[in-house]
């Protein structure tokens, strides 16, 4: 029977075809692929869904236009009539994601698509260069920078609460008072994913790896309290934590930065980081 083209949900049948495509482009797909290695492809253990777009008539087709739709919307690839395809169905499922994020050409045109009806944006970021390590670094790393221990999440959950408003622009702890925000980040502790140097039991360097496929690891939050800023802190912290990545846990270092943050770009490329793509992030 044929089916009629359009946005379809995948599943367990087609997991090969989707770990070809995230495999495609690791570092873009990173975040989609650290989810889907783990749960597969059923949308409760996957927390989402992973859309496909259907111009065939039989499954098993080669996949070229790939969505995850969960607590991000992130459109992977697809082309004009792909991405609108998952601008229908998204509409029809009604806004449940906080951002749009991930390679800027598909997030910008999905938005054109879907700006009408869910904008205005809080802020678009279109302009996010994408950048990998798959080297030792060039700048030594701090040694002083460590794992967190779960005993040590009260001290380091103001420093993530103050890199989350600075960086996003609102408080993580408005709206159940923080209870889901805190849950988030003592997962990452737990796993070993969350990185601090601390001095006089306060952070003043943090990063953590905040998605973690079987190729790359993807460094978030990297944040250095404001009076210890311009001292090198957050370009050998940073590059402590691609270490641990590159060397210790055999993935690629990557993370995407806003075009206009000139002092961190400029960190990020001493450490030996080069651009590899571009992210665009859009924010409701």
Same mark, same amino acid.
């Given at each position: 029977m044929l089916r009629l083209a359009g946005a379809r949900v995948l599943d367990e049948r087609d997991l090969n075809q989707v770990l070809a495509v995230l495999a495609g482009d690791p570092v873009a797909a990173c975040m989609v692929a650290a989810r889907v290695e783990v749960a597969g492809l059923d949308p409760w253990r996957l927390g989402g869904e992973v859309w496909a777009y259907d111009h065939r008539s039989l499954r098993g087709a080669r996949l070229d236009a790939l969505c995850f739709a969960g607590p991000n919307l992130i459109p992977l690839c697809g082309n004009s009539s792909a991405i609108r395809s998952f601008a229908d169905r998204a509409r029809r499922r009604g806004r449940m994601c906080s951002s749009l994020v991930g390679p800027a050409e598909q997030v910008l045109a999905l938005w054109e698509e879907l700006a009408p009806d869910w904008g205005p944006a809080r802020e678009v970021r279109g302009d996010q260069p994408l950048m990998a390590l798959g080297r030792t670094p060039s700048v030594t790393p701090d040694p002083l920078?460590?794992?967190v221990r779960p005993d040590?999440?009260?001290r380091y959950l103001p =420093? =993530?609460?103050a890199m989350f408003i600075e960086e996003v622009g609102v408080d993580p702890c408005a709206d159940d008072g923080g =209870? !889901?925000?805190r849950a988030r980040v003592a997962e990452l502790i737990s !796993?070993?994913?969350?990185?601090a140097r601390f001095e006089g039991g306060e952070v003043v360097f943090k990063a953590e790896i905040g998605a973690? !496929?079987?190729?790359?690891?993807?460094?978030q939050g990297v944040w250095v309290r404001p009076d210890r800023r311009g001292h090198g802190i957050g370009t050998a912290g940073t590059a402590a934590v691609a270490e641990r990545l590159v060397r210790g846990l055999g993935r690629t270092a990557s993370l995407y930065v806003n075009s206009y943050n000139e002092v961190a770009r400029a960190a990020y490329r001493s450490i030996g980081f080069t651009q590899v793509g571009q992210y665009a992030t859009v924010l409701f």
């Open positions: 920078v460590r794992p040590e999440l009260d =420093a =993530a609460v =209870a !889901s925000y !796993s070993g994913r969350a990185f973690m !496929s079987n190729k790359v690891g993807q460094i």
